[in-house]
Every structure is written in C-alpha cells, then in structure tokens.
C-alpha cells in the first residue's frame, strides 16, 4: 500500500520549474513537495523529456513523503543543447550533470529512480558518486552495451517489430514534424505491451505536447543514441554498487527484454527485481500505483 501524508500545507504541494547550472549545461528541472523531504530524483530516458514522468507517480511519491524533482536531460525539453560533434559525451556525462543538479538545488542525497536509458544513468551515478544514493532504482532498464551492429542490448536479440520500425525510418526518414510524431506513435504502439490496449488519441496528444515543449526531437534523438552507443557496458561495474537497489521490469518489454532486467538484479548484490506482468516499455496508467508502492516501500525502508 501506499503511504500518503497529506498534512503539508498547500502551498508545499505546488511544482516550481528552474533552471540550473551543472556540468558546463543549463538543465531545467521542476520540484514538488517539502524541500525537508527525503528527496527522489527522476531520471528519464532516451530522448524523453523529464515530463514522460507521470503527473499521476510523481503526486503519489510525494504523497508518500518525498521531495520530487524531474528534470529534462541535457538536449532535451527546455534544457541546453549540445554539438555532439565538438563536445561528445556518455552516460558517465549525464551522471554527472544529475550530481551538478543535486547540487544546484542544495541536495545532498537523493533517491535515484531512472527510466530505460535513465535507469542507465541511474546505475552510473550510483557508481561515479555513491555519495549521493540513498537508494537505487532502475524500471525497465540493463547493464550492458548496446551493440552498434544490431541496435540492441548485448544477449538480446532486437524484436523483429522493432527491426520492421528501424527499416522504416532508415529507408524513409521522417522530416516534417507530422512525420516525426507519427514515427513516435508507431513506436509507442510496438512498445506498449498486452497489459493496456494501445490509446492512439491519447499518445499522440502527449507526443504532440512534447514536441511543441521540445524542439528538435531529432537532434534529441541523435545525440541521446550517439551518448548510448560510446558509453561503457556496466554489466562488470554494477556488482559493486553498494546501495540498496530495487529494479522493476516489465514481462513483455521489447525494447529492454525481461532477461535484461533480471540480469541487472542478479548483478546487483541484495537488489529485489518487481516483474510486472504484461508490461512493455511504457509506464501505464494502472501500474502506476504499482510502481509508486514498490518504489516508496524500498526508498522508506532505506529511510527508517
């Protein structure tokens, strides 16, 4: 169950939206809750703004007693961009601006829950600044590399939707906007697994929405899989990360295959692996609940 605490006083419950200085980048990032609070950090993934990150989950880990900030990745959202070509950088990178953020914002510790690529970044913050993790959480996540070959995590084999969808885009590359967001719907609809029928009115209304809030998505995308692409296979690495460590992984993920996540658990000493049935590599609105309760259940015990 899920512990809500509402006695805050209203004004506490509002989201305030900033931008911070970290790392040579300008990241905006949006909090909620009581500064006092325990803090989470949510860390999004590849080419998602910090607002993938439900309304609905943010709300109910603050309820639960937390601090919560979301931030846009750099070359994302309203954060700066970066020439790729003239600065490269890795997840390593954007590690490090989430520790610059946390420092920005005056917050010592944070609970670190990552996304897909976030949960990536999540794992290189845990081993590039330990000193910073209360607790680690990775959703639908993976230590390994990605193969530059198959464009897939390394002892996974790429879905066969997913290669049909990579053809597409290479064969015909989306250039106006309309292209672009209807790229991103076919992609959502592959993603999305049997535990929620796919809405495409609602998806497309929320891509719209980012891409007006967004830019460029294609730059995003661009440098986000380069960043990928040259960043360090952890699978090695992540055996010596020594906070407490929750992974959440859907059954049915094609993106991230379910032997992904339970092989970051098993490399993970201690961490507890939440399979959620019928899941992809969405967020769905009825496992919300789900997710928040596992998340706050593990980041209270650490708390106590």
């Not at 929320?206 to 440098?223: C, K, L, P, Q, S």
């Not at 000493?269 to 899941?279: A, F, Q, T």
């Amino acid at each position: 169950m899920i512990a809500v605490r509402d006695s805050m006083p209203m004004k506490m419950r509002c989201t305030v939206g900033r931008w911070i200085e970290s790392n040579g980048v300008r990241l905006w990032c949006e909090t909620r809750g009581n500064p006092a609070d325990p803090a989470i950090l949510l860390v999004m993934g590849l080419g998602a703004q910090g607002t993938a990150w439900p309304d609905d989950l943010c709300e109910m880990l603050r309820a639960g007693g937390h601090y919560v900030v979301r931030y846009d990745n750099r070359d994302t959202g309203l954060s700066g961009r970066v020439d790729y070509e003239a600065r490269p950088y890795t997840l390593t990178d954007l590690a490090d601006d989430a520790s610059g953020l946390l420092d920005g914002l005056d917050i010592k510790t944070a609970h670190i829950v990552g996304a897909s690529m976030g949960g990536m970044i999540a794992q290189e913050i845990a081993l590039e600044h330990p000193e910073r993790v209360r607790t680690l959480t990775a959703v639908m996540s993976a230590a390994v590399a990605i193969d530059p070959k198959t464009g897939t995590f390394r002892g996974s084999e790429r879905d066969p939707r997913l290669l049909e969808w990579d053809a597409r885009q290479a064969a015909d590359p989306p250039a106006t906007e309309e292209q672009q967001i209807q790229a991103r719907v076919d992609l959502a609809r592959i993603l999305t697994g049997s535990l929620t029928p796919f809405d495409e009115t609602a998806t497309r209304q929320v891509i719209a929405r980012e891409f007006a809030r967004g830019g460029d998505m294609a730059h995003t995308m661009r440098n986000h899989i380069l960043a990928v692409m040259a960043s360090r296979d952890r699978s090695e690495l992540v055996g010596s990360i020594t906070a407490p460590t929750l992974v959440i992984h859907g059954t049915e993920d094609p993106m991230a295959p379910f032997e992904q996540g339970r092989a970051l658990a098993a490399a993970i000493p201690g961490s507890v692996l939440v399979p959620i049935e019928g899941m992809g590599h969405t967020m769905p609105t009825p496992v919300l609940p789900l997710i928040a309760s596992a998340v706050l259940q593990h980041t209270n015990r650490a708390d106590l």
